[in-house]
Nanobody
Framework: QVQLVESGGGLVQAGGSLRLSCVVS????????MGWYRQAPGKQRELVAR???????NYGDSVTGRFTISRDNAKNTVYLQMNSLKAEDTAVYYC????????????????WGQGTQVTVFS
């Protein structure tokens, strides 16, 4: 099994910053991509940021220039540094990883974390 555990969410004032972390564990052979998505009530889940091996990160239009995604491959961890937060950033943030398992080296699967709430107030 693969588990993704997010941390770092919380309540923050508009203009402030938060740093989210996601640790991936399990019988992992490789993690080929990691990313962050978010979902506000009544809305579809949307891309926040995603990074793949050998490629530059992709960012959602609404967060470009404010958020930065990074990963520590040795620790199977992805981070999301969120600066200049706005009320519209309020959502549940989900970690995602594209994982190749030791038990199934020919396949890749997407896994999701449980989500962490980020609330930005004015």
């Amino acid at each position: 099994q693969v588990q993704l555990v997010e941390s770092g969410g919380g309540l923050v004032q508009a203009g402030g910053s938060l740093r989210l972390s996601c640790v991936v564990s399990g019988s992992i052979f490789s993690i080929n991509a990691m990313g962050w998505y978010r979902q506000a009530p009544g809305k579809q889940r949307e891309l926040v940021a995603r990074i793949s091996s050998g490629a530059k990160p992709n960012y959602g239009d609404s967060v470009t220039g404010r958020f930065t995604i990074s990963r520590d491959n040795a620790k199977n961890t992805v981070y999301l540094q969120m600066n200049s937060l706005k009320a519209e950033d309020t959502a549940v943030y989900y970690c995602n990883a594209l994982v190749r398992l030791r038990s199934s080296l020919l396949n890749e699967n997407n896994y999701w974390g449980q989500g962490t709430q980020v609330t930005v107030f004015s």
